[in-house]
């Protein structure tokens, strides 16, 4: 009769004593750390691997075992290093990630980094990015991230939202902004260009007078404008809460429609933020609040030409 195998052996062969009991080493509370995150995911692939591994052919279940154990390096490694790290070939992995519904092994890399995204924090997703990035290839990386911010925030628009929001800007009578940390910066840019093509905005930031001492002063013809990225400053959010119990309108900036900010504003903006350093992308955003204020400067193209010329006028010795 043979002996039975401890199960565990299959994916920790270096972590178990001679009594086949699981030693806590580095790597391995590492890897258990990171597989209590994604335990309660839904339909996420490491389940399905977990369904399936037993009746895999035994290259694609020395595969999948590799994967189940390192699946958060996958998403910065080659099909190539995969291969050669799991002992098998690279047709092999694309074999196993169709096989796991997948249209081959750079989709079921994306499926993992949203996984990492959604479940990791952001030093944590810091601390597995960054450590094969180097020289050139950090501006590649980077380049890359904020171009794929870019692409979401195309895709995801809604031309309707964007058209309402134009609107309420164009109608307001004053415009204030406000947001803290890295959003403290788009509620500052968003105020400038908006001043530029003439609309009346103001930035709310701490000064002799509370930020909620400022906003008191607002009409029901003015709008806020609030920026809110993770980690939500509960501030801003208390900010927004008395703004909406004034009855002043709220446009809202976040990463997701369900952002704590949402339940606050009268028109929502998401915005991928996702970055490789643990603060948020801005990219994306800039873009868009770069493009809310081009589409008002040009159905006014006209008279805010003459107004600019006539400034500039004024303003040229105080430019080289």
């Given at each position: 009769m043979t002996a039975a195998i401890n199960p565990l052996y299959l994916f920790f062969p270096k972590d178990l004593d001679e009594g086949g009991e699981l030693v806590l080493t580095n790597d391995l509370f590492t890897f258990l750390y990171l597989s209590f995150i994604i335990i309660f995911m839904e339909n996420n692939f490491i389940s399905e691997i977990e369904k399936r591994i037993e009746n895999l052919p035994r290259r694609k279940r020395q595969l999948a075992a590799f994967i189940y154990q390192k699946w958060h390096e996958v998403p910065f490694t080659s099909i190539g290093e995969i291969a050669k790290k799991a002992g098998v070939s690279t047709a092999t992995v694309t074999r196993l990630a169709r096989e796991l519904d997948f249209e081959g092994f750079q989709d079921l890399k994306n499926k993992i980094k949203e996984e990492i995204k959604e479940k990791l924090s952001p030093t944590e997703r810091f601390r597995l990015t960054t450590k094969n990035i180097k020289g050139k290839k950090s501006l590649l990386k980077v380049?890359?991230?904020?171009?794929?911010?870019?692409?979401?925030?195309?895709?995801?628009?809604?031309?309707?939202?964007?058209?309402?929001?134009?609107?309420?800007?164009?109608?307001?009578?004053?415009?204030?902004?406000?947001?803290?940390?890295?959003?403290?910066?788009?509620?500052?840019?968003?105020?400038?260009?908006?001043?530029?093509?003439?609309?009346?905005?103001?930035?709310?930031?701490?000064?002799?007078?509370p930020v909620e001492e400022q906003i008191t002063s607002m009409r029901k013809k003015d709008i806020l404008i609030i920026f809110s990225f993770p980690p939500y400053s509960r501030y801003t959010l208390d900010i927004a809460?008395?703004?909406?119990?004034?009855?002043?309108?709220?446009?809202?900036?976040?990463?997701?429609?369900?952002?704590?900010?949402?339940?606050?504003?009268?028109?929502?903006?998401?915005?991928?933020?996702?970055?490789?350093?643990?603060?948020?992308?801005?990219?994306?955003?800039?873009?868009?609040?770069?493009a809310i204020a081009t589409e008002i400067a040009l159905k006014n193209k006209e008279v805010l030409a003459e107004r600019i010329e006539k400034k500039d006028k004024i303003l040229k010795k105080f430019y080289y």
């Open positions: 380049a890359e991230q904020e171009i794929k911010n870019i692409n979401k925030l195309l895709i995801s628009i809604d031309e309707e939202l964007f058209e309402k929001a134009i609107k309420e800007i164009e109608d307001a009578k004053k415009i204030f902004t406000f947001g803290m940390g890295i959003s403290s910066i788009l509620s500052h840019l968003i105020a400038y260009l908006l001043n530029q093509i003439e609309k009346e905005a103001h930035c709310l930031y701490e000064s002799d007078v809460s008395l703004q909406k119990k004034m009855g002043i309108k709220i446009i809202g900036f976040s990463d997701n429609k369900f952002a704590p900010l949402s339940k606050f504003s009268d028109l929502l903006f998401v915005v991928p933020s996702e970055n490789i350093l643990y603060t948020n992308s801005v990219s994306a955003i800039s873009a868009l609040i770069n």
